[in-house]
């Protein structure tokens, strides 16, 4: 965490400790909320909220703008994203006045068993090389919103990153530490293609913040996908590139498979709290886990709990660890497995949950019904639209897997598979892995009011419920709910198939001691994190007023910026 974030929590850690009035966030804000009429963008790198603004203000949608800045986002932060991994979306459409999903994830090769894994014995998929490559499925997202909700050519969307790509831009400091650790860790491990893409480009060494980089490679790729649409990616040369480099690192992804690819549109689904709706899309993801923390807190009145005090962080963390248990359970790909979602998120289900949290910390186990890295940015427009937007790669760059002269990295989201016979994520051909990435939409009487994402793996159901409510229940402005101190609860089953257990609470400098003691009586085990919460961006739309109020993550090199 960079030094002034974490004198700032410290000071805010003090706030709370001398027992001062009830907290209100602006203890926390590092940045004013930016305040605009027309539109707002809101991404991790400055450059490409500007790029996504350009494109608002010459008459392109939210949708447009987004693409956009997702682009430039695969060439300037290549530590979280890219056209190697997968997308997920929530848009709120003016026109028809609601709100529409799209799962973007690929599908596991279709020529790779689960028999083949336990085979070369494997008790678990491997974090990097070729075996984890599931279909990339960003820029079939791309084209998907595009159809749906896009007004300008896909060719102008892309132009602002083929200029950047083969120009230059400079390295912000945060992207410039990422890679001087992730792509060394890659050559280590003689990975072809890493030094020829990232390095070679680029006067042959690595580059440092404020130097300018380029990705030449990606500039041909993207100017391929301008020309020739979606097909340029999923058939012809690049799937042809594609599919032989992997199988010839000794992976089983096809042109086939390439081929087949299909994004899908979903319907978001929603609890309400506190008489707003949350929105979160179903599974493959694991946006209902915040779903379902949130209908479980509901019952307890937060008016009468401090914000960052024992009692607030215990029954937050209870909480995630019941929801997070149903996650190991029930989520995974709906075309293969049955996922009892209307349950999960009903009222009864909630108050059976919510019995079982005491005074102590619990262990739990999953609840009985019959029947790494990552990029978040939204995008609010003159007419009406937003969209709140996540890709990733997964862990940080990806796999590993660098297919020669194009630019970018494949991801390794097949990695959360389990290798478990008989459970609803287990592997098999063909298949969408469980997904950590989510984005997130709050509507209040039918209408937008906040476009928000958190990046972070497991942490993102838990930081999703805290901005939440910190909006609704601690009365805090949009950034200040996201400067806001965080923490998280880690352990406990998984997806991949790992079993229950106590886990550890993960504090950020801005909680109390006076907590940190509190949670421990309460039979927690109690860390300190560093540098994990990062990537929060949010617009919020005021209705009454008819303005956009803009934030961006104080942890990292973003900008929101509106017009």
């Known amino acids: 965490m960079k030094p002034f974030i974490t004198a700032l929590f410290f000071m805010a850690g003090m706030v709370l400790a001398t027992g001062q009035d009830r907290i209100t966030g602006a203890e ?28 608002l203000k010459s008459g392109g949608t939210a949708i447009d703008a987004a693409i956009a800045a997702n682009a430039a986002l695969g060439l300037m932060e290549p530590t979280g994203s890219g056209i190697g991994g997968d997308l997920f979306a929530i848009v709120w459409d003016a026109n028809s006045k609601k709100l529409h999903g799209l799962n973007a994830s690929g599908r596991s090769p279709k020529s790779l068993t689960l028999s083949e894994f336990k085979k070369k014995g494997f008790q678990k998929i491997p974090s990097f090389g070729p075996l984890p490559v599931s279909v990339p499925g960003a820029v079939d997202g791309w084209f998907e919103l595009h159809s749906k909700f896009g007004k300008l050519p896909m060719a102008d969307l892309l132009a602002p990153s083929i200029r950047y790509a083969e120009e230059g831009f400079p390295l912000t400091e945060l992207i410039a530490w990422y890679m001087n650790r992730t792509i060394p860790f890659f050559m280590e491990r003689e990975f072809p293609n890493i030094k020829e893409t990232y390095i070679d480009q680029n006067g042959g060494q690595l580059r440092g913040e ?4 380029k990705n030449p ?6 100017r391929k996908i301008a020309e020739g649409g979606r097909e340029a990616f999923y058939q012809g ?3 042809e590139t594609l599919a032989s ?7 089983y992804l096809t042109t086939a498979d390439l081929k087949a690819h299909t994004s899908e549109w979903v319907t978001p689904l929603s609890v309400n709290y506190r008489g707003y709706d949350v929105w979160e899309l179903p599974p493959n993801g694991q946006g209902i886990a915040a779903l379902q923390m949130l209908q479980i807190l509901e019952g307890y009145d937060f008016s009468a709990i401090e914000f960052g005090s024992a009692e607030h962080l215990h029954l937050f963390t209870e909480a995630k660890k019941l929801a997070f248990e149903d996650r190991a359970k029930y989520y995974a790909d709906p075309d293969f497995v049955q996922i009892p979602a209307k349950t999960l998120l009903s009222d009864t289900y909630a108050q059976k949950r919510r019995a079982q949290i005491g005074d102590k910390a619990g262990v739990y186990s999953a609840g009985e019904i019959s029947a790494g890295e990552t990029i ?25 897997m660098v297919p020669p002269g ?12 389990s290798l478990k016979e008989g459970q609803a994520n287990t592997y098999a051909p063909g298949k969408r892995p469980f997904h950590t990435i989510i984005p997130a939409f709050i509507t209040r009487d039918g209408i937008p009011w906040v476009s928000f994402g958190v990046m972070g793996g497991d942490f993102q159901p838990q930081g999703h419920t805290q901005i939440v409510m910190n909006l609704i229940d601690f009365g805090m402005n949009l950034q200040e709910a996201g400067d806001a101190p965080r923490w998280d609860h880690t352990g406990g089953s998984s997806p991949t198939g790992e079993g229950p257990g106590m886990g550890a609470v993960r504090i950020e400098s801005g909680i109390p001691y006076k907590t940190v003691r509190g949670l421990m009586d309460r039979g927690h085990q109690v860390r300190y994190a560093r540098g994990v919460y990062g990537g929060y961006q949010a617009i919020l739309w005021d209705a009454a007023e008819g303005v956009y109020h803009g934030a961006s993550e104080s942890r990292k090199d973003g900008q929101a910026a509106g017009y």
């Open 28 to 55: 926390f804000a590092t940045r004013s909320e930016v305040l605009a009429q027309k539109g707002m963008v809101a991404t991790s790198h400055p450059l490409a909220t500007q790029i996504g603004l350009d494109i």
């Open 210 to 213: 404020g130097s300018l980089y």
């Open 217 to 222: 490679f990606l500039a041909q790729t993207y």
């Open 237 to 239: 040369e690049i799937a």
């Open 245 to 251: 480099f992997i199988q010839s690192q000794g992976g």
């Open 376 to 400: 978040y940015m939204t995008v609010a427009d003159q007419y009406g639209n937003m969209i709140s937007l996540i890709q990733s790669n997964y862990r940080g760059m990806g796999s590993g």
């Open 406 to 417: 194009l630019g970018f990295m494949l991801q390794d989201r097949g990695e959360l598979f």
